[in-house]
């Protein structure tokens, strides 16, 4: 798939998406996030990559929100149901330079294919956020392969699984589900090892404040007795010398 092909995919997606009955987004990780976050009333908070606007919608702060997603199927959709966000881009050259407080980027580092994308993206929030800002990153824990969680699992089975680990992304699928669900939606996404995007991150100017494994809700793998934690969340700062 190429960059454009993965935008594509989600705009044609954004009405079956934003309203999953599965929605471990709305009642894990979004709340984790914001709780983590504490945001001051008036702040200015960009969600790059926010697809359908759901996770600004869920901030009941008083504050200015921007939502960026270059997928048009997705903006339309927001414009059209998140009457809570101020202002809405598809292109991330029309944010303005040194300005939010605050900048999330949710569920993006697996949708994206390349590193050098991925770099771009990191360099590029870099240049938005004001020098005493937050940047936080919300994304499925990469530490486990085929599992299933309360409300998705994902799949590596039809992968060879023969990769250079450290240098490479491994595709696979997430499957957004339950065993009772009557919709779902499923996608490709793309492995990479941790440490790639934690020194990504670092050399693209950040300092790295805390990471959070989020807990799943109380649910059992059909064979297992212990519990994964589904979502990894990672605070970060600038690095002002
Ligand atoms: C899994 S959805 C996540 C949406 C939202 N952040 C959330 O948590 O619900 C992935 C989003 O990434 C966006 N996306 C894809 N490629 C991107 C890129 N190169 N830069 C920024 N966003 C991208 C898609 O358009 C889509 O809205």
């Known amino acids: 798939m190429s960059n454009n092909d993965i935008i594509g995919f989600w705009g044609e997606t954004p009405e079956k998406y934003a309203n999953l009955e599965v929605e471990n987004r709305k009642t894990i990780l979004f709340p984790a996030i914001i709780d983590i976050l504490k945001i001051r009333q008036g702040a200015k908070l960009l969600d790059y990559g926010g697809g359908d606007g759901g996770f600004l919608d869920l901030v009941n702060v008083k504050c200015e929100k921007y939502l960026y997603d270059p997928s048009n199927g997705m903006i339309d959709f927001a414009k ?32 994206i294919k390349e590193n050098e994308e991925l770099n771009r993206i990191f360099k590029k929030i870099w240049q938005l956020l004001l020098d005493d800002g937050t940047f936080i990153i919300g994304m499925t824990h990469p530490a486990f392969k085929n599992n299933f969680f309360s409300t998705f699992h994902t799949d590596f089975s039809t992968q060879k699984l023969k990769f250079d680990y450290l240098n490479s992304h491994l595709p696979y699928f997430v499957h957004l589900d339950t065993e009772n669900s009557k919709e779902h939606i499923s996608f490709e996404c ?52």
């Open 190 to 241: 793309y492995h990479r090892p941790i440490s790639i995007v934690l020194n990504m991150i670092i050399s693209c100017g950040f300092m790295i404040t805390k990471v959070i494994e989020v807990p799943d809700k109380d649910f059992k793998n059909q064979d297992k007795e212990f519990l994964f934690p589904p979502f990894l969340i990672i605070e970060c700062k600038k690095q002002i010398i």
């Open 80 to 111: 059209a149901n998140r009457k809570t966000i101020n202002r809405f881009y598809t292109e991330d050259s029309k944010l303005p330079l040194l300005y939010f407080n605050v900048i999330s980027l949710i569920h993006v580092v697996t949708v």
